[in-house]
């Protein structure tokens, strides 16, 4: 069956999901991880993507910040949004993207999960951050965990935009973000090469628009 038509449920985080058909070599085991790619990117809601591109594209130009998270892959891809849209979408005369990721002060997570609570390490620095007028993207396989969900819930709180990535089915932060950007899809590896391919089309988009 497809991906387009296959259901897909909802997952929890750190949970292990669909690897492949099994059994095959590695050149047939690339075939069909080139399809469930391909699937993805030809289902990809393109509008939604030039939506988010407009919501970065406005805090570039306003002086907002971009607060980018995400927990483990997706923590990885978070440092890489916010590297490429820092600096490798800079153009000489235009403002800067002001963004940051909150996944890269180690210090300051291992001090809010230790005294306080992990589910708080994002949360608890937009408390000291955030700004109505911002916009706080959030980078997630499940949807479901609860770091995310509590800056989600801060971030709507103060008066920032939220946008979500996400996989499976959106999980509980779906209903959270003021605009979603869904890969219907349980495999992982996927769901994660179409949110890093996203931040890309975002970082030079930006590079060359006039």
Partial sequence: MSASKRKISGTRPGAT???GPGGLGAAAFARWYR??????????DLEKVAELAGLVADCQDQGRQVFVVGNGGSAAAASHWATDLSKTAAVAG??????????????????????????????RQLENLVEPGDLVILISGSGNS???LKA???AN???AKTAALLGFDGGKLKALAGLCILLP???YGVIEDLHMGIGHILTFYLKQRR
């Fill in 157 to 159: 709180a103060r008066g």
């Fill in 185 to 187: 899809c349980d495999q």
């Fill in 17 to 19: 999901h669909k690897t």
């Fill in 146 to 148: 609860k770091n995310l």
């Fill in 35 to 44: 399809e469930e790619t391909l699937g993805q990117w030809r289902g990809l």
């Fill in 94 to 123: 235009k403002p800067l993207v002001k963004c940051i990721s909150l996944t890269d002060n180690v210090p300051f997570i291992t001090a809010i999960g230790n005294d306080l609570s992990f589910d708080d390490i994002f949360s």
């Fill in 152 to 154: 989600a819930e801060l």
